[in-house]
């Protein structure tokens, strides 16, 4: 009778392990605009953007985060989400890094506001 007990609790042990994963970071970043706005330009805005970008890693390895290429990926689609809209202004992004039996899993956030830049003369009042 001690053995089944025994062997129920082992079970129910390995059952909780293999469904429940583990937050390994986040990270909060903000920022004023994702890319170089000209000086000489007029900068529009044209609405709010919220982009959730996720992905994995191979086994065992760490993935990688805040690279230039994630930041490019990320900004690209939050760009897309509104048409003629060159850039992101006053950003919030936040990145969840996940792991689950040396799995990981990426979930990338970002909430701004699009806008677009003209280039030529800035109006002066």
Not at 20 to 28: I, K, P, Y
């Amino acid at each position: 009778m001690n053995s089944r007990r025994i062997s129920q609790a082992l079970s129910i042990l390995v059952s909780t392990l293999l469904t429940t994963g583990c937050t390994v970071g986040q990270f909060h970043r903000l920022g004023p605009q994702s890319h170089f706005s000209f000086p000489n330009s007029n900068v529009k805005d044209l609405g709010p953007v919220n982009v959730k970008l996720t992905g994995t890693s191979s086994l065992w390895i760490f993935p990688s985060f805040m690279t230039s290429e994630v930041d490019q990926k990320v900004f690209n689609a939050a760009i897309s989400e509104v048409d003629g809209a060159d850039l992101v202004l006053d950003y919030a992004r936040t990145t969840i890094i996940k792991e689950f039996l040396g799995i990981y899993w990426t979930e990338e956030y970002l909430e701004g506001t699009a806008a677009r830049m003209e280039v030529g003369q800035q109006h002066l009042r």
